[in-house]
């Protein structure tokens, strides 16, 4: 039996709002590492700062096109709902070496910019481990959700988006962390870096081995590459103004919330028009869904802040926050939300008369653009609070 795809304000609530909530909490997980390592981060490692946001953004582009095109494959039949099936195999060992290519493109523009600095090599290696490691985990995890949401009638479009995007931003500022205490401690840790070569070469070779799809490969390799060159300009944004945002301090708790929770609703909007879109369903009310989704975002806007308050005033010390400050927070995130969810929408339908599956380019162009206005207004918000 498939998931019923119609959405009604109760529907949403339930298969929308509590996924959104729950990623929200993980987000927040990810906002205490980084602000409590935004200081160490913004003295001797600013090069990580500017490739934070793509490997957040990019890691969830891949995996939500990922799961996005199983999702497509198990709605028309074309695949089994196991993770042994060809076609999920072959695409997840695919999005484990597409996934770092982009962290790799990251990683040289940062050592670009930085050239000359001390430890440039350590902090290469630091990004190379952490994205294998995290990529193989998110490929597994992506089709397991899809898979399983999928058997127990649940529409994987509604959280997959999510759940992916989420966890990739919850474990990729630890994982750098983690890194960076390893490298600072032990001396042998290049081992690691030996044995994730070799693993990245055999997902290489297991995803094209016995044949491949060629269009899907081209179309997501190439968009997610470019997408790397405009996730640094987010990275620089980020770098650039990350002394306003550390004198802003909750800011920096709130950040991954801020960008993975925009990118959450885009990913969902994709993913939703997308299926439809194969489905034969539109071009009829392709924005009907904004009608019940955007109402949620009325609760995650005020939950996002008082969270993010919460951690600050524990790991940071930060006094209660201002009327205006709650007042600008939630202005600024409802129209950025708005616009998330009529942008992805329309994306994917241009995509899809352009030729293009907005599976494998919907995901990676909203969140992409999430990432650089959703940054570009936390740094508004910095000046304004402070």
Request: charged share 15%.
């Amino acid at each position: 039996m498939q998931p019923e795809r119609e959405l009604t304000i109760s529907s949403a609530l339930k298969q929308v709002l509590v996924p959104l909530t729950l990623c929200l909490i993980f987000d927040l997980g990810a906002g205490i590492f980084l602000g409590i390592s935004f200081e160490k981060l913004l003295t001797t490692y600013p090069e990580i700062l500017i490739v934070i946001p793509g490997l957040m953004g990019l890691r969830g582009n891949v995996f939500g096109s990922l799961g996005s095109r199983i999702s497509t494959s198990l709605y028309l039949g074309s695949s089994d709902p196991t993770i042994r099936d060809e076609y999920i195999s072959k695409n997840v060992f695919f999005s484990i070496w597409a996934a770092t290519v982009p962290a790799l493109i990251l990683s040289t523009i940062a050592t670009i910019k930085f050239f000359g600095k001390e430890g440039l090599t350590t902090t290469f290696q630091i990004i190379l481990d952490s994205s294998v490691i995290i990529s193989a985990i998110l490929g597994v995890l992506t089709a397991i959700i899809v898979i399983e949401s999928f058997r127990r009638g649940v529409d994987p479009d509604n959280i997959m988006g999510p759940a992916v995007t989420t966890f990739a931003d919850l474990v990729s500022i630890p994982s750098i962390v983690l890194f960076i205490f390893l490298f600072e401690r032990y001396t042998a840790v290049w081992v690691s870096t030996v044995v994730l070569v070799i693993v990245l070469v055999m997902s290489l070779y297991l995803s094209i081995k016995g044949g491949y799809d060629k269009k899907a490969y081209k179309e997501t390799l190439l968009i997610v590459c470019l997408l790397a060159l405009i996730q640094s300009v987010t990275g620089n944004i980020l770098q650039e103004f990350s002394e306003a945002i550390h004198r802003a301090v909750f800011l920096s708790f709130a950040y991954p919330a801020v960008i993975g929770s925009l990118g959450n609703y885009g990913s969902i909007m994709v993913a939703r028009t997308s299926t439809r879109l194969h489905l034969g369903e539109l071009p009829s009310r392709k924005f009907a869904d904004i009608a019940y989704i955007f109402p949620t975002s009325l609760i995650v806007a005020p939950v996002i802040f008082v969270l993010a308050y919460l951690s600050a005033s524990t790991f940071a010390g930060m006094t209660f926050p201002e009327l205006e400050d709650f007042l600008y927070f939630i202005a600024i995130y409802l129209l950025l939300t708005a616009f998330v969810l009529f942008f992805s929408t329309a994306l994917s339908v241009w995509l899809y008369r352009m030729g293009v599956d907005p599976d494998n380019g919907g995901i990676p162009l909203t969140t992409t653009l999430t990432d650089i206005i959703g940054t570009l207004s936390v740094v508004v918000l910095a000046y304004l609070i402070v």
